[in-house]
């Protein structure tokens, strides 16, 4: 039982290159979360889907776009990377969006983008 | 806004000592509390949570948290660390009115570093 997984664990993009995270789950959980972490900013929320077939804005969207591939994937996409892009990012997911639901996170991404 | 604020950056403290990681939160209506642990290079993990009745909640690796409503606070606590508890430590808050699509308010984190 892997949990939340995410690919890849690294990765290094010149400006305005593009990539795709991926995040998958196998705990049959509903929702999923894409989160960037920052130095002295906790985590901020980019994008959720609340169930499969529905995605929706967090707080800092600007710059991605995000796909639920089926109940299982939840990928998000940089189309033309920024230094400011630069932050480990996180998947989780949770039974469902009531706000009394435990997330479950991957490993974390760590972008770096020059 | 509403927010979750951590008082401390960063607590160092020695092996088998107390230790206390300070959370408030700014709400007036109800919300559910979370602590989570970021252990170096790896993603989060729940520590305990807070979502309804008693006010003292208990949590993994000895860890416990106090919920009190008229501070606002949720402040983390263990009463004699271990090296192996050297890791970041995050607050969390969701429920009204923070809740969109079970988004979860996080603090900006606390590392704690315990020295032999």
């Known amino acids: 039982n892997a949990g939340v997984t995410q690919t890849p664990k690294f990765q290094v993009l010149k400006t305005g290159q593009s990539m795709t995270l991926q995040c998958a789950q196998d705990m049959n959980h509903n929702s999923m979360y894409w989160y960037r972490q920052d130095p002295g900013m906790g985590l901020r929320l980019i994008y959720y889907s609340a169930s499969e077939g529905t995605t929706d804005k967090g707080e800092v969207p600007n710059g991605y776009n995000v796909s639920r591939l089926n109940k299982r994937e939840f990928s998000l996409r940089l189309e033309s990377a920024a230094p400011s892009q630069t932050s480990v990012y996180f998947c989780a997911s949770s039974k469902g969006t009531e706000p009394y639901n435990e997330q479950f996170f991957g490993p974390g991404t760590r972008l770096t983008v020059l | 806004a509403q927010s979750v604020t951590q008082l401390d950056s960063q607590v160092p403290v020695f092996e088998e000592a107390p230790v206390e990681l300070r959370c408030n939160y700014s709400s007036s209506v109800s919300v559910y509390l979370f602590w989570y642990v970021q252990y170096p290079n790896q993603g989060l993990q729940l520590l305990l949570k807070?979502?309804?009745?008693?006010?003292l909640v208990k949590g993994i690796n000895g860890f416990e948290a106090e919920f009190n409503k008229s501070q606002t606070s949720f402040h983390l606590r263990k009463p004699s660390v271990h090296i192996s508890d050297t890791a970041e430590y995050f607050c969390a808050v969701s429920g009204s009115p923070y809740n969109q699509g079970g988004k979860l308010i996080f603090g900006q984190g606390t590392e704690l570093s315990v020295k032999p």
């Open positions: 807070y979502l309804s009745g008693s006010t």
